[in-house]
């Protein structure tokens, strides 16, 4: 089975642009978590889906930053307008959740942004 | 707030010696998960190791284990006969089960650098 796929995996665009980066989690997953890595702040938890349904985003960002699931199969991350300071790596992984014990929580290879 | 402490930034180990990164988390959930992460220069995130926090043995995965100290809210990862593979960024985290949700939030991490 494919991992959790991740795309563009380089992105650079000026300030003001919108970016969106997608990811496709593992099949038959139903959690999928976006994550954001920067050397200052370390995995950010931006926001997490389960069974498509945002339950926590708490961790975005502002209101430039948008997220989707609008089906099992896929994921969106929008910034729109984007600035310098989006500048990072965007890790988009998925789990299994079941009521007992956690399965491993696989991650994508991340988007790298870089916004001029 | 369930918050993830790395205390070290960086780590030098010799090779073949055994190294201990430091976790401690805060929590009031009585059930919870711990996971350790991997990343390399590569920047890919490779799972190495999870703790539930109801399991009654300390996890062990190959050279990998982890000390849970649960009365201590600590989740030491040791690495027995360092190898010059395992210079990366190792990461903490947790993950909170609440309302039937699995929240999974990162450590700011610790750079380990394993010496010849």
């Known amino acids: 089975d494919a991992g959790v796929i991740q795309s563009p995996r380089h992105e650079v665009t000026e300030m003001g642009q919108e970016v969106t980066l997608r990811c496709k989690p593992i099949?038959?997953?139903?959690?999928l978590f976006w994550y954001r890595q920067t050397m200052m702040r370390g995995l950010e938890l931006l926001i997490y889906?389960?069974?498509?349904?945002?339950?926590?985003d708490s961790g975005m960002p502002e209101d430039r930053f948008s997220a989707k699931m609008p089906n099992a199969s896929f994921s969106t991350l929008k910034i729109q307008p984007s600035e310098p300071r989006d500048s990072a790596v965007y890790f988009c992984a998925s789990l299994f959740r079941t009521s007992g014990r956690t399965g491993e929580l696989f991650f994508g290879e991340g988007s790298r942004l870089t916004v001029l | 707030a369930q918050k993830i402490t790395q205390t070290q930034p960086g780590m030098f180990v010799q090779e073949k010696e055994a190294v201990t990164l430091d976790c401690t988390y805060d929590t009031s959930d009585q059930s919870y998960g711990l996971f350790w992460y991997k990343q390399p220069s590569s920047g890919e995130m490779i799972f190495l190791i999870y703790?539930?926090?109801?399991?009654?043995q300390n996890a062990t995965e190959g050279r990998y284990s982890l000390n849970f100290q649960k009365a201590r809210k600590s989740a030491n990862l040791v690495i027995s006969a360092s190898q010059l593979g395992d210079s990366a960024m190792y990461f903490c985290a947790m993950e909170r089960r609440s309302g039937g949700y699995q929240k999974v939030t990162f450590g700011i991490g610790t750079k380990l650098q394993v010496i010849p």
């Open positions: 889906f389960n069974n498509n349904v945002p339950i926590d």
């Open positions: 099949s038959g997953h139903n959690s």
């Open positions: 703790q539930g926090s109801y399991d009654e």
